[in-house]
């Protein structure tokens, strides 16, 4: 009976926890939704509604997890050991478990902001890039000071009133015959049981009908949507994603199989390695002669968005505006990155590979051997001398040496400069164009290949850019319903206007003392502004791809054109070569290719973009899986296609 008596109270004690948690979570989800509600539109209060009911049913999952390890080191033991201090353990556990996943809500408003996402496969990328700068950042960017501490403080207070509300007194059972205390524990078994199950899908008793992570996303709005996962979801959505990653890098398959990839994604799958299956040749050239500077600018958050009708009158582009309004000009209607962070885009032109969870720049083989599909080695392969320039530091991703092992033959960076200002991210956009400047106005005969990486669009955004001429009051007038108009966004716009007005006095120079260099300008990433309405995928994420130079015909290219990032390398092949030139290219040329291309969570058509999910055409799942895996292949194996 004495058993029995106190597997009833911990019971009760365990369904306490059950709900004060099931509420915690749906109490961070309204005030989530409440912070950001000015992105969704009017109206949306049934959507809301659906949000909080489904964000209900997913989080059952969670909070069954912490009720089970409750349950596991509190009660079970109690039912062997009379004396096992339960209520202290429930209690420790428990408030543990409020205080952290009370840190992680506070942590996750500005993760939002940044990202437009819950926690997700970016907590892992951030793992390889500079802690320092991150730590720098959050603490003036992202008011890291207060918000760690009031996040621990309001924990404890949470914590707190837990620990009271277990305090509750529970029901004591009565004195009943052992006959029914057999009835009455088979009864809570079956209860539990059935419970659990309901726990387990989410709110259902099987998976054809749960709420899981994979399937929360069923409404209009990506803010409801990431709302729906509570941040023990989203944790678990990043551990799946690896994971799922990590299984599609599985480079345990045959050379047979890797062949049949290769002639999947249009390579010679008789070749005997990588490099070669891919090898492409000029045959007709794209300029009346080869330029002699190639200047590849790669611009910090440098998003499409600026450019788009709803937007361009603001004058936030207007350098870039003028180059594109000229006859030597043309574009991609929109262009996918390579990834939502730097350095994946840098391994993309760097490797010339897909991007497939892996970061090349960490991989032994990566200064082994060099990618002959890299923008370094096709460059290089066509007469040019390489040199990469950074407005950063070369220890970040140990950027210098990565590429200065793949056929760069200088790198050049914030450190080798002197200048004012800056960030811990590094120099400021000007400074950086002007060491540039010099370099190339010093330049002898040699045709010479820049890549310039710039670091200014990027928090914390400390540049006096109203100082610099932005005109911020003239702009604040324009500005259209889904563009806020507090400070900190003005802010963030007069940076891109900064990066755009830094970059297009470079050109100007630059043009003006060697008239035949050709500028290819993108960014490196979209997926950073914070709307004050919710846009579509084209706003968010796109990134621009503009090609401006002497010999440069607008006509090359038609205005529909879409592609990636890696089709830069190819495209650069195809105007600098000259007929019989060959290179190595996965992808085909932006003048060779008007299908379906993707990145590594994006896929578009001519049209529109669309998330990478069950419900893609299995004929491109089949190919971007067969991308990935080459990848993996060739970052962790090497070029040759042999067993073993």
């Given at each position: 009976m004495e058993k029995f008596s106190l597997f009833f109270r911990n019971l009760q004690q365990e369904l306490k926890l059950f709900l004060f948690f099931t509420i915690l979570f749906t109490l961070f989800r309204i005030v989530f939704i409440s912070i950001y509600s000015y992105q969704l539109e009017d109206g949306s209060y049934r959507e809301v509604i659906l949000c909080l009911w489904y964000g209900l049913r997913l989080s059952l999952k969670t909070t069954g997890i912490i009720v089970l390890i409750s349950a596991v080191f509190a009660t079970l033991p109690q039912l062997l050991f009379t004396?096992?201090?339960?209520?202290?353990?429930?209690?420790?556990?428990?408030?543990?478990?409020v205080v952290l996943f009370t840190v992680l809500f506070f942590a996750r408003v500005p993760y939002y902001k940044i990202f437009n996402s819950g926690f997700n496969i970016m907590l892992i990328n951030g793992m390889y890039d500079d802690i320092s700068a991150i730590i720098d950042t959050a603490v003036n960017e992202?008011?890291?000071?207060?918000?760690?501490?009031?996040?621990?403080i309001c924990g404890i207070i949470l914590a707190w009133i837990l620990c009271k509300f277990l305090d509750t007194r529970t029901y004591k059972i009565k004195f009943i015959s052992?006959?029914?205390?057999?009835?009455?524990?088979?009864?809570?078994?079956?209860?539990?049981?059935?419970?659990?199950?309901?726990?387990?899908?989410?709110?259902?008793?099987?998976?054809?009908?749960?709420?899981?992570?994979?399937?929360?996303?069923?409404?209009?709005?990506?803010?409801?949507?990431?709302?729906?996962?509570?941040?023990?979801?989203?944790?678990?959505?990043?551990?799946?994603?690896?994971?799922?990653?990590?299984?599609?890098?599985?480079?345990?398959?045959?050379?047979?199989?890797?062949?049949?990839?290769?002639?999947?994604?249009?390579?010679?799958?008789?070749?005997?390695?990588?490099?070669?299956a891919f090898k492409k040749v000029v045959a007709v050239p794209k300029l009346q002669q080869p330029p002699g500077n190639v200047v590849l600018i790669i611009g910090e958050s440098h998003a499409l968005w600026p450019f788009l009708p709803e937007y361009k009158d603001l004058g936030l582009v207007t350098k870039e505006q003028n180059l594109i309004n000229t006859p030597n000009c043309?574009?991609?209607?929109?262009?996918?990155?390579?990834?939502?962070?730097?350095?994946?885009?840098?391994?993309?032109?760097?490797?010339?590979?897909?991007?497939?969870?892996?970061?090349?720049?960490?991989?032994?083989?990566?200064?082994?051997?060099?990618?002959?599909?890299?923008?370094?080695?096709?460059?290089?392969?066509?007469?040019?001398?390489?040199?990469?320039?950074?407005?950063?530091?070369?220890?970040?991703?140990?950027?210098?040496?990565?590429?200065?092992?793949?056929?760069?033959?200088?790198?050049?960076?914030?450190?080798d400069f002197q200048y004012e200002g800056g960030n811990s991210w590094g120099c400021p956009d000007e400074i950086l164009f002007k060491y540039v400047e010099k370099y190339i106005a010093e330049e002898k005969d040699e045709r010479t290949f820049h890549i310039i990486l710039t670091t200014s669009n990027h928090p914390p955004y400390n540049i006096d850019v109203v100082a610099?001429?932005?005109?911020?009051?003239?702009?604040?007038?324009?500005?259209?319903?889904?563009?806020?108009?507090?400070?900190?966004?003005?802010?963030?716009?007069?940076?891109?206007?900064?990066?755009?007005?830094?970059?297009?006095?470079?050109?100007?120079?630059?043009?003006?003392?060697?008239?035949?260099?050709?500028?290819?300008?993108?960014?490196?990433?979209?997926?950073?502004?914070?709307?004050?309405?919710?846009?579509?995928?084209?706003?968010?994420?796109?990134?621009?791809?503009?090609?401006?130079?002497?010999?440069?015909?607008?006509?090359?290219?038609?205005?529909?054109?879409?592609?990636?990032?890696?089709?830069?390398?190819?495209?650069?092949?195809?105007?600098?070569?000259?007929?019989?030139?060959?290179?190595?290219?996965?992808?085909p040329s932006l003048f060779d290719y008007n299908g379906i291309v993707f990145n590594h969570r994006l896929w578009t058509d001519t049209e529109k973009i669309y998330k990478i999910n069950s419900e893609i055409p299995n004929t491109l799942a089949n190919k971007i899986k067969a991308a990935r895996q080459l990848t993996a292949w060739r970052v962790l194996k090497g070029n040759d296609i042999i067993n073993g």
């Open positions: 004396k096992w201090p339960s209520d202290l353990l429930r209690k420790v556990i428990s408030s543990l478990s992202y008011q890291l000071l207060w918000r760690l501490p009031a996040a621990i052992k006959n029914k205390r057999w009835l009455y524990s088979f009864g809570i078994i079956i209860f539990l049981t059935i419970f659990w199950i309901f726990v387990r899908y989410g709110g259902a008793f099987n998976y054809a009908k749960s709420v899981n992570w994979e399937n929360a996303e069923r409404l209009k709005s990506n803010l409801l949507n990431e709302a729906i996962l509570d941040d023990g979801q989203s944790l678990y959505r990043v551990k799946s994603i690896a994971g799922k990653i990590k299984k599609i890098n599985n480079v345990e398959i045959s050379a047979d199989a890797l062949r049949q990839k290769i002639e999947l994604l249009g390579g010679n799958p008789s070749a005997d390695n990588i490099d070669e043309f574009k991609t209607n929109f262009m996918l990155a390579q990834g939502t962070g730097t350095m994946p885009t840098i391994n993309g032109f760097v490797t010339g590979l897909a991007d497939a969870g892996i970061y090349p720049n960490s991989q032994p083989e990566s200064y082994k051997t060099k990618y002959g599909t890299g923008i370094g080695s096709v460059m290089k392969a066509l007469g040019y001398r390489t040199v990469f320039w950074y407005g950063g530091f070369e220890a970040w991703q140990d950027i210098k040496q990565f590429t200065l092992s793949q056929n760069f033959d200088e790198f050049h960076c914030a450190g610099k001429g932005f005109p911020k009051e003239e702009i604040k007038q324009k500005l259209p319903d889904s563009l806020g108009s507090d400070e900190e966004t003005l802010n963030e716009m007069g940076h891109i206007w900064y990066a755009d007005q830094s970059m297009g006095n470079f050109i100007e120079k630059v043009e003006a003392d060697k008239p035949d260099t050709l500028f290819v300008i993108t960014g490196d990433h979209a997926e950073r502004f914070d709307f004050a309405k919710e846009v579509d995928l084209k706003t968010l994420s796109a990134v621009p791809c503009i090609f401006y130079g002497k010999n440069v015909d607008k006509d090359l290219l038609a205005d529909n054109k879409v592609g990636c990032h890696l089709q830069i390398i190819s495209t650069l092949a195809e105007m600098v070569g000259q007929k019989g030139d060959t290179y190595s290219s996965i992808w």
